[in-house]
């Protein structure tokens, strides 16, 4: 069984910094693409930022120059580092992994549970 674990959410004021954190657990060999996605109230879920095996990352325009997304593929983990937060940045924010390879077969997707960012102005 595979699953995704979030953390490092939080409460901070607008400008301020926050690292999320999202470890995959399970016997996983290897994961195609991970991510982070969020949904704040009223509002669909929208990807933030992704990034593949090889490290090629895609942003949101909303967060490009804001946000940076990498990984460690040893520990199977993804992180986002959040800088110059906003207050519209408050959200819940959920990992994604696809593509995670296993000792018994592959998954296509799975999701985390969701960690609370909320930026206050």
């Known amino acids: 069984q595979v699953q995704l674990v979030e953390s490092g959410g939080g409460l901070v004021q607008a400008g301020e910094s926050l690292r999320l954190a999202c470890a995959a657990s399970g016997s996983i060999f290897s994961i195609n693409a991970m991510g982070w996605y969020r949904q704040s109230p009223g509002k669909q879920r929208e990807l933030v930022a992704a990034?593949?095996?090889?490290?090629?990352?895609n942003y949101a325009d909303s967060v490009k120059g804001r946000f940076t997304i990498s990984r460690d593929n040893a520990k199977n983990t993804v992180y986002l580092q959040m800088n110059s937060l906003k207050p519209e940045d408050t959200a819940v924010y959920y990992c994604?992994?696809?593509?995670?390879?296993?000792?018994?077969?592959?998954?296509?997707?799975?999701w985390g549970q969701g960690t609370l960012v909320t930026v206050s102005s």
């Open positions: 990034i593949t095996f090889g490290s090629s990352t």
């Open positions: 994604n992994a696809n593509g995670i390879r296993t000792l018994g077969r592959t998954y296509p997707e799975r």
